[in-house]
């Protein structure tokens, strides 16, 4: 199912005041743990990381700051600090303006460096009863192969969030302390050091939903704000930070 998707850029002085203006309308998501990793308990929150595949001349970096309507993004996604249990999501990202469609699928962490040599999607690919599981991977070595894309950007990130009560398809992320670093390779997903920051004043805020239209709580608290929607790709903007000093904003 496509699902719409808004991006604001939010200075940090407004995170707490954000927070408290649209808890009565939320409740935390379910795998926000502190985990040990330096986050506060008291926070739905987690690491996001991902790997982020492009060809060599950089196709999907060329589509998304030229504006093509409809386009794709391939990553590899983790989540926290390593362990050995530790799950990899491959995905595409399909997005149509301010709408997109993931395609998704699963291995433990541990197969994905024979998973990329092989493309072995029966041998380690988690499998689910429709079978969907396996046509997603499918598509995604299909797009590495054919493309030859390879790991382009790692992104790191502290994710708070939280799902609508009222609204349950409705699904609001604070995406705080973003860094990356150029050109990984598979074994840096859970890379620390050496990251450059993207922003040093200012968080994305990501709000998702199902209805054609925003609803309404959202996005009066949107307005009561003043936040301007923009088209934010963390994978463009965590490439392009490299080729300057920092991003000041």
Request: overall charge positive.
């Amino acid at each position: 199912m496509l699902r719409y998707e808004r991006k604001y850029l939010v200075p940090y002085e407004l995170l707490d005041s954000f927070r408290a203006r649209v808890k009565p309308f939320v409740r935390p998501d379910i795998y926000g743990n502190g985990n040990g990793n330096g986050i506060s308990k008291f926070l739905p929150q987690y690491t996001v990381r991902s790997i982020y595949f492009d060809t060599r001349n950089l196709e999907c970096h060329t589509e998304k700051t030229e504006g093509v309507e409809l386009r794709k993004k391939f990553r590899i996604r983790t989540y926290n600090d390593y362990t050995d249990e530790a799950v990899a999501v491959f995905e595409i990202k399909k997005k149509l303006e301010n709408r997109i469609y993931k395609y998704r699928s699963f291995a433990d962490w541990e197969d994905v460096p024979l998973l990329m040599q092989t493309s072995d999607i029966q041998r380690y690919i988690h499998p689910d009863e429709s079978g969907r599981s396996f046509d997603d991977a499918s598509r995604f070595f299909f797009h590495v192969l054919k493309r030859k894309l390879s790991p382009t950007v790692l992104v790191v990130y502290e994710r708070e969030a939280y799902h609508g009560v009222f609204d349950s398809g409705v699904r609001i992320t604070f995406d705080k302390n973003i860094r990356s670093h150029l050109y990984p390779v598979i074994t840096d997903m859970f890379k620390k050091r050496d990251l450059k920051h993207l922003y040093k004043k200012h968080f994305i805020l990501e709000i998702k939903y199902f209805t054609e239209k925003m609803p309404s709580w959202i996005k009066s608290v949107v307005e009561e704000f003043k936040l301007r929607h923009q088209a934010l790709s963390k994978y463009t903007i965590g490439f392009d930070v490299h080729a300057q000093n920092s991003l000041t904003y």
